[in-house]
């Protein structure tokens, strides 16, 4: 059974980091673009984050103004976002998916983690 496995979720204060982790079972991800997507109440899922099979290419939203960073372990199965100077903006429910020929776009994402509450105080 293919699965994605998000943590490092939680309540942290505006300003503060977290690092979330995304592991990956049952398949090797290696050569797939994985992603992090990211849900709040009431809106639409929307990109967050991608990176290619070998590592060389990332993909952010705009605004993310260079506070995250994407990045991977192939030895691992494993993908990392880590955050820096969060905002209350930045509260949501953050997901993991992998295998899509477009990084951007949610629905070309064929797995996809359960996701991981990230809530962020001012």
């Known amino acids: 059974q293919v699965q994605l496995v998000e943590s490092g979720g939680g309540l942290v204060q505006a300003g503060g980091s977290l690092r979330l982790s995304c592991a990956g079972s049952?398949?090797?991800?290696?050569?797939?673009?994985m992603g992090w997507f990211r849900q709040a109440p009431g809106k639409e899922r929307e990109f967050v984050a991608a990176i290619t099979g070998s590592g060389g290419r990332t993909y952010y939203a705009d605004f993310m103004e260079g506070r995250f960073t994407i990045s991977r372990d192939n030895s691992k199965n494993t993908v990392y976002l880590q955050m820096n100077s969060l905002k209350p903006a930045d509260t949501a429910v953050y997901y993991c998916a992998a295998d899509s020929m477009f990084p951007y776009n949610y629905r070309n994402y064929r797995y996809w983690g359960q996701g991981t509450q990230v809530s962020v105080s001012s």
């Open positions: 049952g398949r090797t991800f290696r050569t797939d673009t």
